[in-house]
């Protein structure tokens, strides 16, 4: 059942085999016939539908288009306005922006132009230093690519750059803030930064007016050779590259030291808290400007100690507002000295690194840039401009400020009281206020004052001496003036008689000074006598008292004080007392000393004790242990003043606290004079304010400054003389005139040795006059043995002297010399044996040139004559006679002979001896010591003489008389003849 089962189902399903698959073909068939009829059918149909969808979305498209279109155009339109706004907005501001940046540039080359032309002599033909400070120098250039500088630049032409792709800017040091720069190499590049250094130098002295540039250079491997050239400058002004190039360790430490001490003295003394920068202090301080200091280093820090670069990075800090500036090249090669700060050095300048061939600005770098530093000038260029500098520079470093800026108004004058203090202005201190010498108050006494030559030191005098004489009346202040100096500086108060001056000295001897100061001494011991009477202490109390006489405050002024001291001797030790005395006591009294020299150094001096006692320091250039003897041991600020009249006016004993620097204004001599004239105008007539006693070392003495012989000459009537005088010339001390006085007593003659023919006439005639106007006509009887060749001016002035005497005068000669000396010695004879009667009568002898005169010469002291006769023997005899017996009987010999050999031979030892009375001039220490028991005859001058009075035993120092103008010799003679009552004065009577 199953087999069968199975075989049915075998059978049917064989039968489905082969007849599926025709029903499924004919099934598909049917199928597929239908769907394509149906595919057709529908593609038919969205075919229509496509088209007519298609046609809709066209006329859509075409309507949106349109209206896009629209759109589009309109938005375009205001897209193309906008952007052509903001083309022009950009241009605008492209513009804007660019033309100060463009201006900037083109100024900045056209300045260039002007300030740094090139190094080319046809630019430089009349160059001139300017008169003001330009602040800026060029040292480079910065070479610029604009391309790369930017990276992109704009491709518009509406966006074009002013400048061309490649162009040049100028860099510069600027001051004050800007003006150190620092070269750093390693092993190349050296040599162009020397060069870079020495344009620099060159162009610094074309931005700074002359004289206001200080180099300090220091080139320690090259020896100086660096900077060779500059040395050129040295010929003309040394402080411009302060004296040379520095090359040693120790010298160029201490050039460094003194510039720091520099930086503090302008900011302890000059900036303070007034001013921020030396530039704003210069501005105000007009001509008083502090000039500017570069220190320029090669191969740095080759021979630099630790010191030395401690101080450098002080100056690269603080130099800036001090105006101090550095110009560097460091060697890296060079070791730095240990715990040296290379980052000090560099925050305070522009710092330039090399890079193989060219250098670049540290941190400032840029690509697209190249700096290229400036070559100097050829070396012969280099030469002449250096040349013509230093010519400019001449003088430039003098400082002139006016006189006019201290001395009074003209309704000012003679204003001043100086009870409570002597105060007067003498120059400028800071920017723009005035120094003043103040002298009374506290322990503000006596000055000193200390300066080299040149130093303005006899300026500084001129101005206090001048501006007090206008600002103080003769009554409120008075001088007593020593100059020892060999020069005229005191003379111009002589001259216009100043009425506040009671004593000028000039060129003075130590002898005179020393009277001087036994003057003040006087006074001082005046005043105290007077003080002590009326119970008063000093001058306020003085005049509170009541006071009768005029007090005026005393200023002892001595230039050159040292010449007191300059011998061991008693003049120096009396000057010692009498100044301690003085600078001790005088506070009380008024009586102030103020005492200048060179140096305060010496083996001999003033004691330091005393000159402690001077409170008042006056320093003005000087070296540094003056500078040190002025102030105290620790104030050695003086040595660094650098330029005449610059000073330091210390009231503070010293001390480094009471420093105040200042400048001495200037005082031309035509303004002195102007001015001393203003005061002899308003003193009045001489016969007020008479004036001084002068004292002129370096000239003979006037016989018309004789006072005592003035009077007599123009008296009304004749003054009997009690004892006669022959005024012989001005004395060195603060007396009346050096006179020989002739009593009738043995050995009163005179004696004058010395080969001074001119001084010898002079004495004689001014003797001859002196006598004359003595004694009435008839008790005097003149004779006169002169030896002068025939026409010689000699022998016509002894004629001119003998005719303007109206009394009994002889002017004989050789041949008439027995005639004379035999009548002599006849009188004396007869008045020896009681037949006076010529008694009353004075004779005077005048024998010039005693050696001349052969007959007067003896063989030995107890023969006379050489064996030649009678007549020589009794010529020579009668002379002795004469000079051995008549002084007693009213008869002198007044004799001149040339040499002490001359005196032996013609009067010997025991004749010589009746010459008590004598005149040396200069002459050997061993015929002064034989004629006067001194040798001080050896050290005299030309205008000096000595008058010894061997009885009275007193040597006396003088300036013998010069010979007097004709006009004084016929005006004496007119006095003399009115006196004796005749029109003209009687012919001289005939041997």
């Not at 004892?723 to 007593?745: H, M, Y």
């Not at 006379?864 to 017996?885: I, M, Q, R, T, Y």
Request: charged content about 25%; some cysteine; aromatic content about 8%.
């Amino acid at each position: 059942m199953v087999a069968e089962n199975w075989e049915a189902t075998l059978k049917e399903a064989e039968d489905l085999r082969e007849s599926w698959p025709r029903h499924l073909e004919e099934k598909f068939t049917r199928a597929s016939a239908t769907n394509d009829a149906q595919l057709q059918q529908r593609l038919e149909r969205r075919q229509r539908e496509h088209e007519a969808e298609a046609r809709g979305r066209r006329e859509r498209m075409e309507a949106r288009r349109q209206a896009l279109q629209s759109a589009c155009d309109g938005r375009l339109a205001a897209l193309s306005a906008a952007h052509e706004a903001s083309w022009q907005r950009l241009t605008d501001e492209w513009h804007r922006r660019l033309q100060p940046l463009t201006e900037a540039l083109q100024a900045a080359q056209k300045a260039e132009e002007a300030l740094f032309p090139p190094w080319k002599r046809e630019l430089w033909e009349n160059w001139r230093p300017p008169t003001e400070f330009l602040n800026v120098v060029r040292f480079a250039r910065l070479e610029t690519d604009l391309k790369r500088l930017c990276e992109a630049v704009p491709v518009s032409p509406r966006l074009a750059f002013p400048l061309s792709g490649s162009f040049g800017l100028p860099l510069a040091l600027s001051y004050p803030d800007h003006g150190s720069i620092l070269f750093e190499t390693t092993k190349m590049g050296g040599d162009d930064v020397v060069g870079a250094l020495n344009n620099i130098i060159l162009r610094l002295f074309t931005i700074f007016p002359a004289g206001k540039l200080s180099l300090t250079i220091i080139d320690p491997v090259k020896l100086g050779q660096n900077f060779a050239g500059v040395m050129h400058l040295a010929d003309y002004e040394e402080n411009l590259i302060n004296g040379r190039i520095w090359t040693q360790t120790q010298q160029i430490e201490q050039h460094l030291t003194d510039l720091n001490e520099h930086m503090e003295k302008v900011i302890q003394m000059y900036l303070r808290n007034e001013y921020e920068t030396i530039a704003e202090y210069n501005a105000q301080a007009g001509n008083l400007a502090e000039k500017y200091h570069f220190v320029v280093v090669a191969d740095f820090p080759a021979n630099f100690s630790d010191a030395a670069a401690r101080s450098l990075l002080r100056i690269a800090a603080s130099g800036a507002r001090c105006g101090i500036y550095t110009l560097i090249h460091w060697d890296h090669r060079h070791t730095p000295p240990q715990d040296f700060v290379p980052a000090e050095l560099r925050k305070s300048s522009l710092c330039l690194t090399c890079h193989g061939d060219h250098y670049r600005l540290v941190n400032q770098y840029r690509p697209g840039t190249r700096l290229v530093l400036d070559a100097p000038p050829d070396p012969e260029f280099a030469t002449e401009f250096l040349h013509r500098v230093g010519k400019c520079s001449v003088g430039s470093t003098r400082v002139e400020v006016p006189f006019a800026q201290v001395a009074p108004a003209e309704t000012e004058r003679w204003t001043v009281e100086t009870s409570e203090e002597l105060r007067v202005p003498i120059g400028r201190t800071g920017a723009a206020k005035l120094q003043y010498l103040a002298i009374g108050k506290g322990t503000r006494q006596h000055a000193l004052v200390a300066g080299k030559t040149g130093s303005g030191k006899s300026t500084l005098f001129h101005v206090i001496i001048t501006n007090l004489a206008l600002w103080c009346r003769p009554e409120q202040v008075e001088f007593y003036l020593v100059d020892f100096k060999k020069g005229v500086e005191f003379k111009c108060y002589a001259t216009w008689r100043l009425p506040h001056a009671r004593v000028v000295a000039i060129e003075s001897d130590r002898e005179f000074g020393l009277s001087v100061l036994q003057r003040v001494d006087d006074e001082l011991k005046r005043r105290g006598d007077l003080f002590r009477k009326l119970g008063v202490q000093d001058i306020p109390g003085y005049l509170r008292a009541g006071g009768a006489e005029p007090m005026p405050r005393c200023l002892l002024l001595i230039d050159e004080f040292q010449e007191f001291f300059v011998e061991d001797d008693q003049i120096s030790q009396t000057a010692a007392v009498l100044l301690d005395r003085i600078v001790r006591q005088g506070r009380a009294f008024g009586i102030h000393a103020m005492l200048g020299s060179q140096t305060l150094g010496g083996a001999y001096t003033l004691a330091r004790t005393t000159m402690g006692q001077m409170v008042i320091r006056i320093a003005l250039q000087c070296n540094e242990a003056d500078a040190y003897l002025i102030m105290d041991e620790n104030n050695a600020a003086p040595r660094l003043l650098s330029r005449p009249g610059e000073g330091i006016y210390n009231d503070s004993a010293g001390t480094i606290e009471g420093n105040s620097p200042f400048q001495t204004v200037w005082l031309p001599d035509d303004e002195r004079d102007a001015a001393l004239e203003q005061v002899r105008t308003i003193a009045g007539p001489i016969s007020k304010y008479p004036g001084p006693i002068v004292f002129e070392g370096n000239a003979p003495a006037d016989v018309r400054e004789n006072h005592l012989l003035r009077a007599l000459l123009e008296a009304g009537s004749w003054t009997p003389a009690t004892l006669p005088r022959a005024w012989l010339g001005a004395p060195n001390s603060i007396k009346g005139p050096t006179e020989a006085a002739f009593r009738r007593q043995s050995g009163n003659n005179l004696l004058m040795v010395g080969q001074r023919e001119e001084a010898v006439l002079a004495i004689v005639s001014v003797a001859l006059i002196s006598l004359a106007a003595q004694y009435r006509p008839g008790q005097l009887r003149l004779i006169v043995l002169e030896s002068f060749a025939p026409g010689s001016t000699e022998k016509a002035w002894i004629e001119r002297v003998v005719r303007a005497i109206p009394h009994e005068t002889l002017l004989a000669r050789t041949h008439e010399l027995d005639g004379v000396l035999a009548k002599l010695a006849g009188e004396l004879k007869e008045r020896l044996e009681g037949e006076p009667a010529t008694a009353d009568r004075t004779t005077f002898l005048f024998i010039i040139g005693l050696q001349n005169f052969k007959k007067l010469r003896q063989d030995d002291d107890f023969s006379f004559g050489l064996g030649g006769g009678d007549e020589a023997g009794n010529a020579a005899a009668n002379l002795s006679k004469v000079a051995s017996e008549g002084a007693s009987l009213g008869y002198h010999v007044v004799a001149s002979v040339d040499t002490y050999n001359n005196v032996n031979r013609f009067l010997g030892r025991k004749a010589l001896t009746e010459f008590e009375m004598r005149v040396l001039f200069q002459m050997s220490a061993n015929d002064s010591a034989s004629l006067c028991d001194n040798p001080k005859a050896s050290g005299l001058g030309l205008h000096r003489a000595l008058f010894y009075n061997e009885q009275e035993g007193y040597l006396e120092t003088f300036r013998p008389y010069a010979l007097p103008a004709a006009e004084w010799v016929e005006e004496a003679g007119r006095n003399l003849a009115r006196l004796a009552g005749s029109a003209t004065p009687p012919t001289p009577a005939a041997p």
